[in-house]
């Protein structure tokens, strides 16, 4: 099973939100907990550290077609 299935579809079931309101931009989330969208991938990595510490996390760019997945590994 992917990592980060449980985020994937939590992003997939708004994406068409998140594209009409946020397009380029990166979205935030742990498990199905929306942490938000950013304007820079830095800003949506240090949101994501300040809220979850060293829990793994998915950050994916807003877009209307998939790109690779972004994330941040935990701080052991």
Not at 30 to 44: N, P, S
Not at 53 to 76: C, N
Request: aromatic share 16%; proline share 1%; glycine share 10%.
């Amino acid at each position: 099973m992917n990592a980060f299935a449980v985020e994937l579809r939590a992003f997939e079931a708004r994406r068409s939100e998140l594209v009409k309101n946020s397009l380029g931009k990166w979205a935030v989330f742990l498990g199905e907990e929306f942490g938000g969208v950013f304007d820079t991938y830095q800003d949506a990595l240090q949101v994501g550290l300040d809220k979850y510490g060293s829990r793994e996390f998915l950050i994916k760019e807003v877009t209307q077609y998939d790109v690779p997945v972004q994330f941040f590994h935990g701080i052991a």
